[in-house]
């Protein structure tokens, strides 16, 4: 086994372990730290496919700014007791592990037959991959639908954000 | 053959380890120097003495406080959580310590000159701030949450505008490469980026500051109102780390506006400068940002917490936008360099 194969054994055990954590632990920081290492470790296999660039950013949206943003709530709501947090079975749960076991046959489904599924392919070369300087042309050339989709997605997301902090700013009673 | 490739490849990270060795060792003795020319200067600034008896001015004041902290016993609070409360410092130690792997002393020299090598440096900063958000919360005390919250928050702010900043520089440089950055604002003062792209450096600076959480952005540890902010709880020497984390920050940071605004190693009027007069010409303008930090420190108060949000958001993050506006239309319009 050469390096890089004895580095993706590391990195996968690690993200195994973290992922397994993350579920696991009781402590809702815990959680959150072992996403971050997850997160982590993502990036590294991202550089071993020679994908410089989606590696750091990878780490830099995810673990330095998401997670941070979950930290800061989770300690604000200092979610301490687990037990609280612990939810009854309840109806929309049920539908959760329907469509999740749904999607879990659809996957396994897929995978099964080995179809090779029509994903819109690049040109672009893995060295080529690893640079900003061809990613951001090949999003704003040959990708741009996706991409200005994905910007509407997000914009949305945002003015939600807004419209449900502004209704609890109105509703809340006046201190 | 294959074994000579295999030696080649030894020799080469062997080089990288010893230079890396070396680049921890100097930030190490700067930040002994910049915490006591900081008090030198404070005391200058406000019409005192300072340290001045233990060696030569005082010189050798750090060292005896780093014995003093060595021989303190390590407490951890009971209630705290033991794990977090140790691992914090070396976060932030480790945050502060690693982002110098990119930066370029001198054409050709830099412990690891990776073409993402900006995206690099965001990446390593933004973990910094789990230190103090951790710190914070594993003490198990009001006032250190408080700080690791104020930190996060203020980091997740500023780290915006820095973005956005940053994002202007690479627009001028084409690359993302440190050195190619350096390069790209050659040995003529003037086509550096501070001149170049004035709105940049202003906004980079201010959220460098920011980011290092010095005075006036030093809400996390505010004394008045938060006795000690998120180091609270550390003594000994899992303070002095934060401590050395805070001073290995601000040197970076110096160290990066160097690069990215002041030309980095390139000696004005002199494109061919021996590596030696380079690695000297990148020391001093690292020198100079470090005084401008300890001259801000001692001469702005501190902000509210209002100011500083306003500030980040309504001032800083528009600007910046802004100028990368027109540092893109100028590209655009000039055909780039």
């Keep these: ?17 973290a992922t397994v954590g993350t579920v696991w632990s009781r402590n809702p920081v815990t959680s959150a730290l072992f996403l971050v290492l997850n997160f982590f470790a993502l990036g590294g296999l ?34 301490d007791n687990e037990r ?20 879990l046959v659809e996957l396994l489904y897929i995978i099964g037959l080995k179809t090779p599924i029509p994903i819109k392919q690049t040109a672009l070369t893995t060295v080529q991959l690893g640079e900003a300087k061809y990613i951001g042309r090949e999003l704003l050339t040959n990708f741009l639908f996706p991409f200005e989709i994905v910007s509407i997605l997000l914009l949305l997301a945002v003015v939600g954000a807004i419209v449900l902090a502004k209704k609890n700013f109105t509703t809340s009673p006046k201190s | 053959m294959q074994y000579l490739a295999v030696f080649f490849l030894a020799m080469e990270l062997a080089h990288r380890v010893a230079l890396g060795v070396v680049m921890i060792t100097v930030i190490i003795l700067s930040v002994v120097l910049t915490v ?33 902290l060595l021989f303190k016993e390590d407490v951890v609070p009971s209630s705290a959580n033991r794990f977090y409360h140790v691992l914090a410092p070396m976060i932030s130690l480790f945050a502060a310590m690693t982002t110098v792997a990119v930066v370029p002393f001198a054409n050709g020299i830099a412990i690891a000159d990776v073409n993402v090598g900006m995206l690099y440096i965001l990446a390593i900063t933004s973990l910094g701030v789990y230190g103090l958000t951790i710190a914070g919360w ?17 980091m997740i702010s500023y780290e915006l505008a820095m973005g956005l900043s940053v994002v202007s520089v690479i627009v001028l440089a084409d690359s993302l490469n ?77 160290m990066v506006i160097v690069t990215l605004f002041l030309g980095g190693y390139q000696v004005p009027f002199w494109s061919e400068a021996p590596w030696f007069v380079q690695v000297g010409a990148f020391a001093a303008k690292t020198v100079l940002m470090i005084f401008v930090f300890i001259w801000v420190r001692w001469s702005v108060p501190r902000f509210k917490y209002s100011q500083l949000m306003n500030l980040g958001w309504k001032s800083l993050l528009p600007l910046a936008l802004l100028n990368l506006l027109l540092v893109a239309a100028g590209v655009l319009l000039l055909g780039g360099k």
């Design chain 1, 1 to 17: 086994m050469d390096v890089s194969g004895i580095l993706f054994v590391f990195l996968g055990a690690q993200i195994i372990v």
């Design chain 1, 46 to 79: 991202y550089l071993l496919l020679e994908a410089q660039f989606i590696a750091v950013v990878q780490v830099i949206v995810y673990a330095g700014a998401i997670m941070v943003l979950f930290l800061f709530t989770i300690m604000l709501l200092n979610l």
């Design chain 1, 84 to 103: 609280a947090l612990a939810e009854k079975f309840d109806l929309r749960k049920g539908f959760a592990v329907l469509l999740g076991g749904v999607l």
């Design chain 2, 36 to 68: 006591w020319s900081e008090r030198r200067v404070a005391a200058f600034i406000q019409h005192r003495v300072g340290p001045n008896r233990v060696g030569p001015f005082g010189l050798l004041q750090p060292f005896a406080d780093v014995m003093k």
């Design chain 2, 138 to 154: 594993a003490s198990n005390n009001k006032y250190s949450l408080l700080g690791g919250l104020r930190s996060s928050a203020q």
């Design chain 2, 178 to 254: 440190m050195t190619n950055i350096v390069e790209s604002q050659t040995a003529n003062p003037l086509y550096w980026n501070c001149f170049r792209n004035f709105l940049g450096f202003v906004c980079f600076t201010v959220a460098a500051f920011a980011e290092c959480n010095r005075a006036p952005f030093d809400l996390p540890e505010a004394e008045q109102e938060l006795v000690g902010g998120y180091n609270t709880e550390f003594g000994a020497m899992k303070f002095a780390m934060f401590f050395l984390a805070e001073y290995a920050n601000m040197i970076v940071a110096s």
